[in-house]
T-cell receptor, first 117, second 111 residues
Framework: DARVTQTPRHKVTEMGQEVTMRCQPI?????VFWYRQTMMQGLELLAY????????DSGMPKDRFSAEMPDATLATLKIQPSEPRDSAVYFC???????????????FGPGTRLTVL | DQQVKQNSPSLSVQEGRISILNCDYT??????FLWYKKYPAEGPTFLIS?????DKNEDGRFTVFLNKSAKHLSLHIVPSQPGDSAVYFC??????????FGAGTTVTVRA
């Protein structure tokens, strides 16, 4: 049963601390997405990678957020320094480009619930 | 700037009745629309989609209707079941990899 995994599932930290969230995409998927879910905005796209290369990170606050794919089985999202307004659920999703040039669906992980005090 | 809007944050419906979820969009370049379903403590899962060349797509109890002139789509669930209680997200794309999501509608199906 292939699925996207994310660690940690929950993270509580203090303002100013570094936070690293990890994602293992489904084997064979060539695109990885990072989303943030908040009550007001719903699901916001932060960044996405195709074949490990960053294609778009325009949704991400550049001064404190960074996203990388060290290899095809691992994507990371880092916040340094973290702030209370970063408190949200962060989802990773993976997909495969179809012949139509788009994704029919994206497969989401269970999310990391981040609380910054 | 929210390009996909779900103006009803919640919906309560009796088991066996129809659930109708609404979604509006502002970007006329959107040509593919999807609905995702999310249970607590889980990630969203794909439910149904529709291309802009169609105005209706049906999959079992789920039907999505698209009205391009009104920039409006809706999801109908008939009949509603207790397992349908979840958050439903509307999403749209403009011929690229990116999905723009709405804020979600929480559906509660009453027994």
């Amino acid at each position: 049963d292939a699925r996207v995994t994310q660690t940690p599932r929950h993270k509580v930290t203090e303002m100013g601390q570094e936070v690293t969230m990890r994602c293992q995409p489904i084997l064979g998927h060539n695109t990885v997405f990072w989303y943030r879910q908040t009550m007001m905005q719903g699901l916001e796209l932060l960044a996405y990678f195709r074949n490990r290369a960053p294609l778009d990170d325009s949704g991400m606050p550049k001064d404190r957020f960074s996203a990388e794919m060290p290899d095809a089985t691992l994507a990371t999202l880092k916040i340094q320094p973290s702030e209370p307004r970063d408190s949200a659920v962060y989802f990773c999703a993976s997909g495969t480009l179809k012949g139509t040039g788009r994704y029919n669906e994206q497969f989401f992980g269970p999310g990391t619930r981040l609380t910054v005090l | 700037d929210q390009q996909v809007k779900q103006n009803s944050p919640s919906l309560s419906v009796q088991e066996g009745r129809i659930s109708i979820l609404n979604c509006d969009y502002t970007n006329s370049m959107f040509d593919y629309f999807l609905w995702y379903k999310k249970y607590p403590a889980e990630g969203p899962t794909f439910l149904i989609s529709i291309s802009s060349i169609k105005d209706k797509n049906e999959d079992g109890r789920f039907t999505v209707f698209l009205n391009k002139s009104a920039k409006h789509l809706s999801l109908h669930i008939v009949p509603s079941q207790p397992g349908d209680s979840a958050v439903y997200f509307c999403a749209a794309s403009a011929n690229d990899y990116k999905l723009s999501f709405g804020a979600g509608t929480t559906v509660t199906v009453r027994a």
